[in-house]
């Protein structure tokens, strides 16, 4: 008992330092999640096919926010260790990398939002659905995805400085952030949805101009801070001077980041998948997962957030050359982080019998709902062990086995398994829906063994691996 309290329990000033980096990191996501799930029952008010319209768009926003996630997790990594360091300089140049790469993404993914919003809705679709039901939804879908291609832009821009801000361990500027950009989106929401406030009534379409208002809030405010905090930012100054980036850096960044862009877009793309498989089933299944992720997403910022926390103080570490040190407090937070998973599993499980009533659907979607809450639940803290193993392999470094480990599972495990039992069975949409859910107990193993291998324990920013230039910082 006390190996086991000595391996995987820390003292009070260790949970002390590790709440102070998380809890502003949890908060921000749980407000942004509860102002979504707010948006999603105003939407849901109008109707059925107004919300499945809105959940299809939000799958491809899904994707796009994954694969700028992807992008700026590569030299995010890079950024985590140089700041252990202590080297600005080296923050600097993963900074114009992230900047440049989400750039490009951001110009990718409006292009294919504006030329194939009537292709990617209708993949959605059943074909067995009231033929009228069907346009309905193509009709919200594309005047939605119209609109939110424009938040794109700077929701990219904000990513990009929201990563670099926290690998320095401060988390609070964008909670704030997001706090302000949540609080107007409420407002506009109410507003334009239902023409309330002296707003016109604009139904799908105000909930989409209510969210691309807010991200360009919420990336201004970290934006204007970083830039106004010089002291605290060392590496923000001359940044936009030139778009110097080493060479050997900027070769190790593409070698360790292209694995994770493609993981996190194939990642996104995977799951967006099994939501497609799920909606060969009918729109009342769209509808019911749309319900339940609304509500689960609440509590998964939990161990979504301690992962990405995992990422940031394990990294840190590693980049000091505190691999000992590393080692045993990638032990005590992982099992935090599913430790607290399962006491946040078990608050959620409580809403699944009258959260789905708040909605103006049929009961068949309501009953629906209410059954996925509970399994995604149940399945907590499982995703909670494989997301903090996910972020322990990518804090050193281990790109292409963090590919192998996330994209391997969901495209050749996840996905087959989703497609086959709803193409070719009859196996009810419930029980289907457990099965691909808990087929994560699979991942978990595997997590286990690359976690416990060391094969992660690298400084990849050491000396002998310093950039040199003649920029100043």
Same mark, same amino acid.
Request: hydrophobic fraction near 50%; charge should be positive.
């Given at each position: 008992?006390?190996?086991?309290?000595?391996?995987?329990?820390?003292?009070?000033?260790?949970?002390?330092?590790?709440?102070?980096?998380?809890?502003?990191?949890?908060?921000?996501?749980?407000?942004?999640?509860?102002?979504?799930?707010?948006?999603?029952?105003?939407?849901?008010?109008?109707?059925?096919?107004?919300?499945?319209?809105?959940?299809?768009?939000?799958?491809?926003?899904?994707?796009?926010?994954?694969?700028?996630?992807?992008?700026?997790?590569?030299?995010?990594?890079?950024?985590?260790?140089? #700041?252990?360091?202590?080297?600005?300089?080296?923050?600097?140049?993963?900074?114009?990398?992230?900047?440049?790469?989400?750039?490009?993404?951001?110009?990718?993914?409006?292009?294919?939002?504006?030329?194939? &919003?009537?292709?990617?809705i209708s993949l959605f679709l059943s074909k067995d659905d009231d033929p009228a039901k069907?346009?309905?939804?193509?009709?919200?879908?594309?005047?939605?995805?119209?609109?939110?291609? #424009?938040?794109?832009?700077? #929701?990219?821009?904000?990513?990009?400085?929201?990563?670099?801000?926290?690998?320095?361990?401060?988390?609070?500027?964008?909670?704030?952030?997001?706090?302000?950009?949540?609080?107007?989106?409420?407002?506009?929401?109410?507003?334009?949805?239902?023409?309330?406030?002296?707003?016109?009534?604009?139904?799908?379409?105000?909930?989409?101009?209510?969210?691309?208002?807010?991200?360009?809030?919420?990336?201004?405010?970290?934006?204007?801070?970083?830039?106004?905090?010089?002291?605290?930012?060392?590496?923000?100054?001359?940044?936009?001077?030139?778009?110097?980036?080493?060479?050997?850096?900027?070769?190790?960044?593409?070698?360790?980041?292209?694995?994770?862009?493609?993981?996190? #877009?194939?990642?996104?793309?995977?799951?967006?998948?099994?939501?497609?498989?799920?909606?060969?089933?009918?729109?009342?299944?769209?509808?019911?997962?749309?319900?339940?992720?609304?509500?689960?997403?609440?509590?998964?910022?939990?161990?979504?957030?301690?992962?990405?926390?995992?990422?940031?103080?394990?990294?840190?570490?590693?980049?000091?050359?505190?691999?000992?040190?590393?080692?045993?407090?990638?032990?005590?937070?992982?099992?935090?982080?599913?430790?607290?998973?399962?006491? /946040?599993?078990?608050?959620?499980?409580?809403?699944?019998?009258?959260?789905?009533?708040?909605?103006?659907?049929?009961?068949?979607?309501?009953?629906?709902?209410?059954?996925?809450?509970?399994?995604? /639940?149940? /399945?907590?803290?499982?995703?909670?062990?494989?997301? /903090?193993?996910?972020?322990?392999?990518?804090?050193?470094?281990?790109?292409?086995?963090?590919?192998?480990?996330?994209?391997?599972?969901?495209?050749?495990?996840?996905?087959?398994?989703?497609?086959?039992?709803?193409?070719?069975?009859?196996? &009810?949409?419930?029980?289907?829906?457990?099965?691909?859910?808990?087929?994560?107990?699979?991942?978990?193993?595997?997590?286990?063994?690359?976690?416990?291998?060391?094969?992660?324990?690298?400084?990849?920013?050491?000396?002998?691996?310093?950039?040199?230039?003649?920029?100043?910082?």
């Amino acid at each position: 008992m006390n190996s086991f309290r000595k391996k995987y329990i820390g003292d009070r000033a260790f949970y002390k330092s590790v709440l102070i980096m998380v809890i502003p990191m949890i908060l921000q996501s749980f407000v942004t999640n509860l102002v979504s799930m707010v948006d999603n029952i105003m939407v849901g008010q109008i109707g059925t096919e107004q919300m499945s319209s809105v959940s299809i768009v939000n799958q491809f926003v899904f994707v796009f926010n994954i694969t700028v996630f992807g992008a700026v997790a590569g030299p995010g990594i890079f950024g985590a260790q140089f #700041f252990g360091k202590g080297d600005h300089r080296g923050q600097k140049y993963t900074f114009r990398f992230r900047l440049i790469a989400v750039t490009a993404i951001i110009a990718l993914g409006m292009a294919v939002f504006y030329f194939f &919003d009537d292709t990617l809705i209708s993949l959605f679709l059943s074909k067995d659905d009231d033929p009228a039901k069907i346009a309905d939804t193509l009709r919200y879908g594309k005047e939605y995805m119209f609109i939110i291609l #424009f938040g794109l832009f700077p #929701f990219g821009i904000g990513q990009a400085y929201a990563s670099v801000i926290r690998e320095c361990g401060e988390t609070t500027i964008p909670m704030i952030a997001s706090f302000s950009a949540v609080g107007v989106n409420f407002l506009l929401d109410y507003g334009l949805i239902f023409g309330k406030l002296g707003m016109p009534e604009m139904g799908v379409s105000g909930a989409a101009v209510a969210t691309v208002v807010s991200k360009f809030i919420e990336a201004a405010v970290m934006i204007v801070w970083a830039h106004t905090h010089t002291e605290k930012n060392k590496y923000i100054v001359g940044l936009y001077r030139q778009l110097y980036i080493p060479g050997d850096l900027t070769r190790n960044m593409i070698f360790k980041g292209i694995p994770l862009l493609f993981n996190e #877009f194939l990642w996104a793309a995977g799951m967006s998948a099994i939501a497609q498989c799920y909606s060969v089933r009918g729109l009342d299944v769209v509808a019911a997962r749309n319900i339940s992720a609304t509500m689960t997403n609440l509590f998964s910022a939990i161990y979504i957030q301690l992962g990405a926390c995992i990422g940031i103080i394990v990294g840190a570490k590693l980049g000091a050359d505190k691999l000992k040190d590393a080692r045993e407090t990638d032990n005590k937070l992982l099992f935090f982080s599913v430790a607290a998973t399962v006491a /946040a599993a078990a608050a959620a499980i409580p809403f699944a019998a009258f959260f789905p009533k708040i909605y103006n659907t049929e009961s068949a979607v309501r009953s629906l709902a209410a059954y996925m809450i509970i399994i995604q /639940a149940l /399945a907590m803290p499982l995703c909670a062990y494989t997301n /903090a193993c996910y972020f322990t392999l990518r804090s050193g470094g281990k790109t292409a086995i963090t590919f192998l480990f996330d994209f391997g599972y969901t495209f050749f495990v996840m996905f087959p398994l989703a497609f086959v039992l709803a193409y070719f069975t009859k196996m &009810d949409i419930r029980l289907l829906f457990a099965v691909v859910t808990f087929s994560e107990i699979i991942k978990v193993i595997i997590g286990y063994f690359m976690v416990k291998s060391d094969v992660w324990i690298n400084n990849i920013v050491s000396p002998d691996t310093e950039q040199h230039s003649t920029e100043t910082v």
